[in-house]
């Protein structure tokens, strides 16, 4: 916190130039990609993939959507961006030569861990490979798609049961076995709906309420979110609760800010440009 310097000031002028100061400092830091953040909410902290994943489950049942073969690569490009935001990650310097985010390659800023198995792990590969790789390698190589059999050792397993466990030790799913007529199936139904709607309530509020009509000017988790959540396929679910209008003003807003050039959005001022490489490399794929 920014102390005064002028003491003889009136004591009104002088709280409200605190309370500016105090807010300034406070949004510099939320925009600094090289601040280390750990979490969103306020109570449980969450992950961007347990957050993704979350979104995508369906309550009751337990499960993602059968249909649903975006939320693997998701999940993964929710892993980089995390990492980028802890400060573990980052891409490499623009050149002359590589200026386009699917061009840099990403670089280990720390290997200091994180508490988190999947985000620890990745980083573990991430600081082993050499040559270094893109961010749309990477999230090919942690999903398991390559021909190369050398590099399928990078490929995450069993990425969704490991969020979905690590969902349950914060008391916001449960574990159950589901009979589907040929096999038994582990799902995780939702028991804390609560996170849940304040999770679904604040991605409905960055488009409705809360719309800025200026990326820059987002909650940079929050941006992340809804870049990941339309990635991953699970966007619908977020907005299927508004009514007609606000679920057509939401998604349309949704979709411009998705549609927004990365590579212009990501070299403007306090951009984390690790979000816009992940969508880039979505867009690409």
């Given at each position: 916190m920014t102390t005064l310097t002028h003491r003889t000031r009136r004591a009104e002028v002088g709280k409200n130039f605190e309370k500016k100061v105090e807010s300034d400092d406070d949004t510099n830091q939320e925009r600094n990609p090289d601040t280390e953040d750990s979490g969103d909410s306020k109570d449980i902290r969450l992950t961007l993939m347990e957050e993704v994943l979350l979104l995508g489950l369906k309550d009751k049942e337990g499960y993602t959507s059968f249909w649903n073969d975006c939320i693997s690569s998701g999940l993964r490009g929710g892993i980089l961006i995390e990492l980028a935001m802890r400060?573990?990650?980052s891409l490499e310097p623009l050149?002359?030569?590589?200026?386009r985010l699917l061009d840099r390659k990403v670089l280990v800023k720390s290997d200091s861990p994180t508490g988190d198995v999947l985000l620890d792990e990745t980083l573990k590969h991430i600081k082993a490979t050499d040559p270094t790789e893109t961010v749309q390698t990477w999230i090919e190589l942690l999903t398991g798609e390559t021909w190369n059999p050398f590099k399928l050792q990078y490929q995450l397993?069993?990425?969704r049961e490991r969020i979905a466990k690590n969902l349950v030790e914060k008391g916001i799913l449960t574990t159950e076995k589901q009979n589907f007529l040929l096999f038994d199936m582990?799902?995780?139904p939702v028991t804390n709906t609560t996170e849940k709607q304040r999770l679904v309530k604040?991605?409905?509020?960055?488009?409705?309420?809360?719309?800025?009509?200026?990326?820059?000017r987002m909650d940079r988790?929050?941006?992340?979110?809804?870049?990941?959540?339309?990635s991953s396929d699970v966007l619908e679910n977020v907005f299927s609760s508004l009514t007609d209008d606000k679920y057509d003003m939401a998604m349309n807003r949704a979709k411009d800010l998705v549609e927004l050039d990365p590579e212009v959005e990501g070299t403007k001022h306090s951009a984390t440009?690790?979000?816009w490489a992940v969508l880039a490399a979505f867009n690409k794929s």
């Open positions: 400060g573990r990650i050149t002359m030569r590589k200026k397993r069993n990425v582990t799902t995780h604040k991605l409905q509020a960055s488009v409705l309420e809360r719309w800025v009509n200026d990326p820059q988790r929050t941006l992340a979110l809804l870049v990941l959540a339309h440009e690790m979000i």
